[in-house]
């Protein structure tokens, strides 16, 4: 198979798929895992900052889990953040390119003027979306 074949192929594989994609046929390691939102809540509580280091290609994220910093993901640009992440503005104060944030119960979270790009917010609390 070519290249190209194989990354049409890899676009449409889920999350954990793609993984062993990559593992099995060590000469497509260009091909990139970008999507960290729709993979299996198993793989998501697994994210880590070591992890992330890995990925810095990732451009839609989910974090149910604490992370310290994302600030290397420069190519993010969909973030959902949730009550178990901890995480503080500062803390992807450098991801400028986001266009889609949802904060589900994220309380850590008081500035988002840095986010320039933004086009969609959602921010939900106890009581339901805001």
Known sequence: MTFDICSIIYNFLDFGCKH??????????KLKI????????????KINDTILKNYS???DLKLSTKVTSINHLTNLTRLILTERSNMESSCF???????NLKLDRCYCI????FLTNL???C???EKGVL
């Open 20 to 29: 062993k994609f990559r593992l099995i046929n060590r000469s497509h390691l």
């Open 34 to 45: 970008k999507d960290f939102i729709n993979i299996k809540h198993e793989h998501t509580m």
């Open 57 to 59: 290609d990732v451009t």
């Open 93 to 99: 104060n450098k991801c400028t390119k986001i266009t």
């Open 110 to 113: 008081e500035d988002i003027n």
């Open 119 to 121: 086009t969609e917010l």
């Open 123 to 125: 921010v939900v609390n």
